[in-house]
């Protein structure tokens, strides 16, 4: 069965300083990855996805995840973070039946200091 | 193009009592879904779609039911709401063979 993990339920970041939000991941096939992002009262939006063609996956708003199948982990990364980017961070994989149902992970509340 | 919609916004339930959500997608998507989002656990998927006229279940479906009314709606009712199905309520549909997913802005059920 396939299942994620997200290593951290809350993440604390100064303004301008980097951002890591880590996620493990299960899966008995080469797995379709996903990060959302959902900030308050707002519904999902998706940041970036990972479907093999590329280790290292870049999204929207400058982020960027890496896939490594080693480690089986899929971590969110951004250089510099923004006061912007305060939200809810899901790691999400996709049941490989092929049916389109996702598997969330439990999310990562990023706090971004001034 | 509205992408997913989602009626109603909010909605307040007394134990017992029924209601429908209802979903609807403009972009032509055979799959659609229902999940629901509770603090701590993510999204848990209840009822699937994934042409019209079927449905499927999810991870957790007891005290739900759907139905694919056409190609673009999809609604989930609660026969005999509870205080357990308080949450915030997500419809998404799918494209293929591209995979994306689009998530409606969600509904908002408190059952007291």
């Known amino acids: 069965a396939q299942s994620v993990t997200q290593l951290d339920s809350h993440v604390s970041v100064s303004e301008g300083t980097p951002v890591l939000l880590r996620c493990n991941y299960s899966s008995s096939y080469s797995p379709s990855l996903f990060w959302y992002v959902q900030h308050p009262n707002k519904g999902l939006q998706l940041l970036l996805k990972y479907t093999s063609a590329a280790t290292l996956v870049k999204g929207i708003n400058g982020f960027e995840a890496e896939f490594k199948k080693s480690e089986t982990s899929f971590h969110l990364t951004k250089p510099s973070a923004h006061m912007s980017d305060a939200a809810e961070y899901f790691c999400v994989v996709s049941d490989p039946d092929n049916t389109g149902k996702l598997i969330f992970g439990q999310g990562t509340t990023l706090q971004v200091k001034p | ?112």
Not at chain 2, 11 to 29: F, R
């Open chain 2, 1 to 112: 193009n509205a992408g997913v919609t989602q009626t109603p916004k909010f909605q307040v339930l007394k134990t017992g009592q029924s209601m429908t959500l209802q979903c609807a997608q403009d972009m032509n998507h055979n799959s659609m879904y229902w999940y629901r989002q509770d603090p701590g656990m993510g999204l848990r998927l209840i009822y699937y779609s994934a042409s019209e006229g079927t449905t499927d279940k999810g991870e957790v479906p007891n005290g739900y039911n759907v139905s694919r009314l056409n190609k673009r709606e999809f609604s989930l009712r609660l026969e005999s709401a509870a205080p357990s199905q308080t949450s915030v309520y997500f419809c998404a549909s799918r494209t293929y063979p591209r995979d994306r997913h689009y998530f409606g802005p969600g509904t908002r059920l408190l059952v007291l």
